[in-house]
């Protein structure tokens, strides 16, 4: 069975950083697209960055470029999201969600991590 | 403001069939296919419909995808109180070099 599991969430001020994990099992990191999706409380879905399956291309929103890094970690099969720079609008539900192809801009999100709530607030 | 335009809300009583709308532009929905997604209260999202038109096993035939040129739409026949949820249109964007989400719909079975 294929499952996300997302930890890391915490509550940061402005300006500091933090480290989400998504550990994947039933499936490779290697073969497939996996994203970073988030949700601002009581708003909606957001797509935050995504790495590819094949070569490692990743691709960030405008909103988070330069401040937030993915990364994967294949000898464990997990997935990193690094977020530096944090600001309270950063501040959200953050979800990591599997391709059904290696490329990025392919296919669709399924299944869904269950989540790790963010808050950024001094 | 969302790259793809829905309808912040939608109702109906049980038994009726709603529709939704999802409206983007020829670098998003106008060259690449669009997928659904559920939300259910207080859960994460779950996949509806993907590749325009098709329903993953286990989403009852009472949904269906549509699209026509740069609008895509999710009808919902014979309405159930367990559709009471938000929905959301997503497709990649080959300006934005991303994926985009459509601001969600929440639905209301009244």
């Known amino acids: 069975e294929v499952q996300l599991l997302e930890s890391g969430g915490d509550l940061v001020q402005p300006g500091g950083s933090l480290r989400l994990s998504c550990a994947a099992s039933?499936?490779?990191?290697?073969?497939?697209?996996v994203s970073w999706v988030r949700q601002a409380p009581g708003k909606g879905l957001e797509w935050v960055s995504t790495f590819s399956g094949s070569g490692g291309s990743t691709y960030y929103a405008d909103s988070v470029k330069g401040r937030f890094a993915i990364s994967t970690d294949h000898s464990k099969n997990t997935l990193y999201l690094q977020m530096n720079s944090l600001r309270a609008e950063d501040t959200a539900v953050y979800y990591c969600?599997?391709?059904?192809?290696?490329?990025?801009?392919?296919?669709?999100?399924?299944?869904w991590g269950q989540g790790t709530l963010v808050t950024v607030s001094s | 403001q969302s790259v793809l335009t829905q309808p912040p809300s939608a109702s109906g009583t049980p038994g009726q069939r709603v529709t939704i709308s999802c409206f983007g532009s020829?670098?998003?929905?106008?060259?690449?296919?669009v997928n659904w997604y559920q939300q259910l209260p207080g859960t994460a999202p779950k996949l509806l419909i993907y590749?325009?038109?098709q329903r993953p096993s286990g989403v009852p035939d009472r949904f269906s995808g549509s699209k026509s040129g740069t609008s895509a739409s999710l009808a919902i026949s014979g309405l159930q109180s367990e559709d009471e949820a938000d929905y959301y249109c997503a497709a990649w964007d080959d300006s934005l070099n991303g994926w985009v989400f459509g601001g969600g719909t929440k639905l209301t079975v009244l």
């Open positions: 590749n325009d038109n």
């Open positions: 020829s670098s998003n929905i106008g060259s690449n296919t």
């Open positions: 969600a599997k391709g059904t192809v290696a490329a990025a801009a392919l296919g669709w999100f399924d299944p």
């Open positions: 039933g499936f490779s990191l290697s073969s497939y697209a």
